[in-house]
């Protein structure tokens, strides 16, 4: 049996223990706006020599590993995260093929992280992800209700059925949370309404400087 000591450190449950919502305890966030264009960032660019970073806003539209340091040492990137115009909570994976206490327990990280930033001034904006009907019972909580939400369906049009999850999931984000504005990164499929920021995804931008003979 691990000593006390080691298990209060355990899971960042050292450096802060957020009073939770919810049958799991998800740590709550707060509404932030939009409230100007600038551009969007990937994690994996951020952390490194990222000019102007008052211009622009992070997101975690990547792999999960290239993102998981933020999560073993968050406080290593707190003071670069504050320099940015906003922050995304991190886009941990809850696909649905995962076992679903694997799932709650990204969704609980990425709300760790995300309350944990906005206590030490981030402007922070929710991501919302979803695995199946299902996930409803619990991936909702802890987000805040109108303000700015982010999403992507990148890897969620490539068939009928992740196309149909995408939009089941999309349909009850905005019923239960009611968003100001919705940051979109990647393709937006027409049925998915509301205020929508579009930001192109990485793999769209390849593909088009490809096009234009880069």
């Given at each position: 049996?691990?000593?006390?000591?080691?298990?209060?450190?355990?899971?960042?449950?050292?450096?802060?223990?957020?009073?939770?919502?919810?049958?799991?305890?998800?740590?709550?966030?707060?509404a932030?706006?939009?409230?100007?264009?600038?551009?969007?960032?990937?994690?994996?660019?951020?952390?490194?020599?990222?000019?102007?970073?008052?211009?622009?806003?992070?997101?975690?539209?990547?792999?999960?590993?290239?993102?998981?340091?933020?999560?073993?040492?968050?406080?290593?990137y707190?003071?670069?995260?504050?320099?940015?115009?906003?922050?995304?909570t991190?886009?941990?994976?809850?696909?649905?093929?995962?076992?679903?206490?694997?799932?709650?327990?990204?969704?609980?990280?990425?709300?760790?992280?995300?309350?944990?930033?906005?206590?030490?001034?981030?402007?922070?904006?929710?991501?919302?992800?979803?695995?199946?009907?299902?996930?409803?019972?619990?991936?909702?909580?802890?987000?805040?209700?109108?303000?700015?939400?982010?999403?992507?369906?990148?890897?969620?049009?490539?068939?009928?059925?992740?196309?149909?999850?995408?939009?089941?999931?999309?349909?009850?984000?905005?019923?239960?949370?009611?968003?100001?504005?919705?940051?979109?990164?990647?393709?937006?499929?027409?049925?998915c309404?509301?205020?929508?920021?579009?930001?192109?995804?990485?793999?769209?931008?390849?593909?088009?400087?490809v096009?234009?003979?880069?």
């Amino acid at each position: 049996m691990a000593n006390k000591e080691s298990s209060i450190a355990y899971e960042n449950l050292n450096r802060r223990i957020f009073p939770g919502v919810g049958e799991y305890g998800i740590p709550r966030l707060e509404a932030e706006t939009f409230d100007g264009n600038c551009e969007f960032v990937g994690f994996n660019y951020a952390r490194g020599n990222c000019r102007n970073p008052e211009k622009k806003a992070v997101h975690f539209f990547i792999d999960d590993y290239q993102f998981d340091a933020l999560w073993r040492n968050v406080d290593r990137y707190v003071d670069k995260l504050r320099q940015f115009q906003y922050v995304l909570t991190p886009d941990f994976s809850t696909y649905t093929d995962f076992p679903k206490a694997i799932q709650i327990y990204n969704h609980y990280r990425k709300h760790w992280v995300g309350a944990y930033l906005q206590e030490y001034g981030c402007r922070v904006i929710p991501t919302i992800s979803w695995s199946t009907p299902e996930s409803y019972a619990w991936c909702f909580d802890g987000e805040p209700e109108g303000g700015t939400l982010a999403v992507s369906s990148v890897g969620c049009m490539n068939s009928a059925e992740k196309r149909s999850l995408f939009l089941s999931g999309y349909a009850a984000m905005v019923e239960r949370l009611h968003p100001e504005t919705i940051i979109f990164y990647g393709s937006v499929p027409e049925e998915c309404k509301g205020n929508i920021v579009r930001v192109r995804a990485f793999s769209d931008k390849f593909k088009e400087a490809v096009c234009d003979g880069w």
